[in-house]
C-alpha cells in the first residue's frame, strides 16, 4: 500500500532525467549571468558612481549607529574644548586693572626707597665698615669732648 | 559540497549567497514534488517542464524576497501556483477559477497517512484526482505531495483560510467515497 505522495511521485519518475537537465541548465544560466554582470571593480569600463556608492555602503551605511555614536562623543568633546578655550581668552585678554590702594602702596614703597637710598652714604663695597683704619680715625673712638 | 542532514536543513542561508551547489541541493530537492504538482493541473509535459524551469529562474532571482528560511518550500510552490495561474489565463481566458464560499466546516485535520492506497486502486485513485476540480484539485496535490498545513496552503494559493478547508473537504469526500466503494 502507498500514500498518495508516493503514487503521484511515481507516475512521474520517468521525467527525472528531464528535470535533472532543467536543473543545471537554470544554474549553468544564472552563474554565466552573474559572471557576466558589471561590477564596481570591472577594469575595462570603470564605474566610479557604482564604487562611491559600494564604499559608503559597506563602510559607512552598514555600521552607520556606530558612526553615529563617535559622532555624538566627538560633538561633546569639541564643545567641551570651545567652552573650556572661551574661559582662557577671557582671562588673558582683560588684566586685572590695579586697584588705586594698590597703586597709592607702589608709590609710598617708591618714595621710602628714594629716602633711604638719600639717607645712607653709599659705601665701597670693597671697604667694609670696621675696616682696619687709625683709632682716632674711627668715629666710634672719638672722643666725646672732641 | 552543501550536505543535507536527515532532518532536512535546507541551505537556503548559503543560496541567498549564490552558492551553485546550495540551489542544486534546493532544486534537487523539490523539483519532482514541484513538476508533478504542476503536470497534474496543466496536464501537459512541455508546459509542466516550462513552468517548473520559469519557477527555478524566479525563485533564484527573487531569493531576497523570501523573509523565512524555512518556508522557503511553501515559497517555491507559491511561484509555481502563479506560473501556473498566468499560464491558465494565457490559455483559457474564458475561464475562471470559481472561488466558491467557504462554508463553516470543522477543521479536521487531514493525515495523508490515513490514505494508504492499494496497488489495485492507485489508477482509480489518480482518476477521481484528476476528475476534480482544478481549485479542489490544487490544494489536495499541495497537502498530499508536500503535506503543507492549511495556513501554508492558503499562502500559496492566496486563498483565505476558510475556502482551503472548504477545498479539502469536498476533495478528500470524493476521494473516501473512492475508497469505500473499493473496499
Known amino acids: ?146 | 559540497m552543501v550536505v543535507v542532514t536527515c532532518d532536512e536543513t535546507l541551505p537556503v542561508r548559503e543560496a541567498r549567497t549564490g552558492e551553485p551547489d546550495a540551489w542544486d541541493t534546493l532544486f534537487k530537492r523539490y523539483q519532482l514534488p514541484l513538476y508533478a504538482y504542476v503536470f497534474e493541473l496543466v496536464r501537459d509535459e512541455q508546459a509542466g517542464l516550462d513552468i517548473v524551469q520559469e519557477t527555478f529562474i524566479s525563485a533564484v532571482r527573487n531569493i531576497g524576497r523570501l523573509r523565512d528560511d524555512q518556508k522557503f518550500g511553501s515559497w517555491l510552490f507559491s511561484i509555481a501556483h502563479q506560473k501556473w495561474i498566468q499560464h491558465w489565463r494565457k490559455r483559457r481566458p474564458e475561464d475562471r477559477l470559481e472561488n466558491e464560499q467557504a462554508e463553516q466546516l470543522i477543521d479536521h485535520e487531514f493525515d495523508p497517512e490515513e490514505w494508504l492506497i492499494r496497488k489495485e486502486q492507485e489508477e482509480a485513485f489518480m482518476a477521481v484526482l484528476n476528475q476534480l476540480p482544478l481549485p479542489q484539485r490544487s490544494v489536495l496535490l499541495l497537502h498530499f505531495l508536500e503535506e503543507f498545513s492549511l495556513e501554508e496552503i492558503a499562502s500559496i494559493a492566496g486563498l483565505p483560510l476558510g475556502t482551503v478547508k472548504s477545498r479539502l473537504h469536498y476533495a478528500k469526500k470524493a476521494l473516501r467515497k473512492l475508497v469505500e466503494e473499493n473496499l
Do not use: Y
Request: hydrophobic share 40%; glycine share 2%.
Open chain 1, 1 to 146: 500500500m502507498k500514500t498518495p505522495r508516493e503514487i503521484i511521485l511515481q507516475r512521474h519518475q520517468n521525467t527525472e532525467a528531464k528535470l535533472d537537465a532543467l536543473r543545471q541548465r537554470v544554474l549553468r544560466e544564472q552563474s554565466e549571468a552573474t559572471a557576466s554582470a558589471p561590477t564596481p571593480f570591472t577594469v575595462d569600463r570603470p564605474n566610479w558612481a557604482g564604487f562611491v556608492m559600494r564604499l559608503w555602503q559597506e563602510l559607512v551605511w552598514s555600521c552607520r549607529r556606530v558612526w553615529l555614536g563617535l559622532g555624538a562623543v566627538w560633538l561633546v568633546i569639541l564643545t567641551l574644548q570651545l567652552l573650556g578655550a572661551d574661559a582662557q581668552a577671557v582671562v588673558k585678554s582683560e588684566p586685572a586693572p590695579f586697584s588705586p590702594s594698590v597703586l597709592e602702596i607702589f608709590r609710598a614703597q617708591r618714595r621710602l626707597a628714594a629716602e633711604f637710598n638719600d639717607s645712607m652714604p653709599l659705601s665701597s663695597p670693597d671697604e667694609p665698615l670696621n675696616a682696619t683704619r687709625p683709632r682716632t680715625d674711627r668715629p666710634s673712638c672719638r672722643p666725646a669732648f672732641a
